[in-house]
């Protein structure tokens, strides 16, 4: 995958976990380091060996490959079987590489949530003090002029036998990860919920906490909070 760089000065260390933001953070990742013109890797991290993800991670990881075969990275770096601290963890691979730059991702699953608290930024400004931060967020607003819906709220999908139940606490029995936007002006949990499903992005109907049916509803995301910030 190594395509040789011009600008060896900057370098750029994506880090993705499961979940519906990693996609979006390697296209970050990309268009900076396009600009740069620099080397671009992406990271990441599990405590399982390798070979005993199940399919879900599974799937993910061959679509981070994709992405960065097609986006001419310089290397796709999985560290498995890891039970040290992510902070350390990314802190090793930057210096092996050089990184000046990294993209994380903000999001509510597994270990990852300790960004949102800002535990793994303090830690890895501890470790790697010259390096830039870009911290990314899923988009938590819709477009929709009338004010129809709330701002969005992190949600789980889980499996109930004629559909699916909204919840607000992960637990071991979630389907799906997502943003609910609910509707204004209502009294029960009615509205859109927005995550990623096959590698793409659905949006799909919500009444009274159940979705019926995984079908796509025709609602523009609004993606102008999507901003670094550190």
Not at 75 to 101: G, L
Request: aromatic share 10%.
């Amino acid at each position: 995958m190594v395509n040789g760089k011009e600008r060896m000065d900057e370098s750029i260390l994506v880090c993705v976990y499961y979940g519906p933001n990693g996609e979006r953070l390697i296209q970050r990742g990309c268009k900076i380091a396009n600009m740069l013109d620099c080397p671009l890797y992406i990271l990441t991290v599990d405590p399982k060996p390798f070979d005993e993800l199940d399919a879900e991670k599974s799937n993910y990881i061959a679509r981070w490959k994709e992405l960065a075969e097609r986006h001419s990275a310089d290397a796709f770096i999985i560290k498995d079987k890891e039970s040290r601290p992510i902070s350390k963890v990314i802190a090793e691979v930057a210096r092996e590489k050089k990184i000046t730059q990294i993209v994380l991702g903000q999001t509510a699953q597994s270990r990852w949530e300790q960004i949102a608290k800002g535990s793994i930024i303090n830690s890895l400004l501890r470790e790697i003090p010259f390096v830039d931060l870009h911290i990314i967020s899923v988009a938590r607003f819709l477009k929709n002029p009338e004010g129809q819906y709330e701002k969005g709220v992190r949600a789980y999908l889980v499996k109930e036998e004629n559909g699916y139940r909204l919840i607000f606490n992960h637990t071991k029995h979630v389907m799906y990860e997502g943003i609910f936007f609910k509707e204004q002006g209502t009294d029960f949990n009615n509205g859109v919920f927005k995550f990623m499903k096959d590698k793409e992005t659905l949006q799909v109907q919500v009444h009274e906490d159940i979705v019926n049916e995984l079908t796509n509803v025709d609602i523009d995301t609004d993606a102008s909070n999507d901003d670094d910030y550190l």
